[in-house]
């Protein structure tokens, strides 16, 4: 006697279910209120606050950095080309680093393209080429911004007791962007390549 075997209904798991949608589980700008975290939540929203502005523009300046890096030309172009890939990828653990803190004090990263060019406080470079000195002079600018928003920030951290925000943006993001800003202003220095007396 034959057995027949019906299939059933289930829905094949293998499928994956990528029309899903949902509401927001947590609004952009608004902090966790139930994190085991010591700080006040409004201190927390502030620090985030601040925290996703120097992300954006962290974001804008590892971007340039890749753009000058493919663009770059001249007579330095080997030496400016490996810096600013080396600045580049030292751009990303920043930015990681950033949205780190951020999510840790219970907060939403500012993540997407679109989002942060509306926030950010660095110029937008033009799409084509530009001169060695032009490139130079955008990344100092920009880390100029980023020097600065970490100074301000780490006051604000240090009023409000938030001491991971001050050792983050002191040690973390202040000190690898001067020691960017150093070595590609160098390049921008007047000096000959051999001193006749």
């Known amino acids: 006697m034959a057995v027949s075997i019906k299939k059933a209904s289930v829905k094949d798991l293998s499928t994956p279910n990528w029309h899903a949608q949902a509401k927001e589980v947590q609004k952009y700008g608004e902090v966790a209120q139930d994190l085991p975290h010591p700080l006040d939540a409004k201190v927390r929203a502030d620090m985030v606050g601040k925290l996703n502005q120097l992300l954006a523009d962290s974001i804008v300046l590892r971007d340039m950095y890749k753009k000058h890096h493919w663009q770059v030309a001249g007579p330095t172009f080997y030496q400016l080309h490996l810096l600013f890939d080396k600045h580049f990828d030292e751009q990303i653990e920043?930015?990681?680093?950033?949205?780190?803190?951020?999510?840790?004090?219970?907060?939403?990263?500012?993540?997407?393209?679109?989002?942060?060019?509306?926030?950010?406080?660095?110029?937008?470079?033009?799409?084509?080429?530009?001169?060695?000195?032009?490139?130079?002079?955008?990344?100092?600018?920009?880390?100029?911004?980023?020097?600065?928003?970490?100074?301000?920030?780490?006051?604000?951290?240090?009023?409000?007791?938030?001491?991971?925000?001050?050792?983050?943006?002191?040690?973390?993001?202040?000190?690898?962007?001067?020691?960017?800003?150093?070595?590609?202003?160098?390049h921008l220095v007047e000096m000959p390549l051999v001193l006749a007396e």
Do not use: Y
């Not at 993540?111 to 955008?138: F, H």
């Open 94 to 186: 920043m930015v990681d680093t950033i949205a780190e803190r951020i999510q840790l004090l219970g907060g939403v990263t500012i993540a997407m393209g679109a989002d942060v060019a509306e926030i950010t406080q660095i110029q937008r470079p033009p799409r084509g080429k530009e001169e060695v000195p032009v490139q130079i002079s955008r990344l100092l600018e920009a880390h100029k911004i980023i020097i600065q928003q970490c100074l301000d920030i780490s006051e604000a951290a240090d009023d409000a007791g938030d001491q991971g925000t001050n050792d983050l943006v002191i040690s973390d993001i202040l000190r690898p962007n001067e020691l960017q800003a150093w070595f590609i202003g160098q």
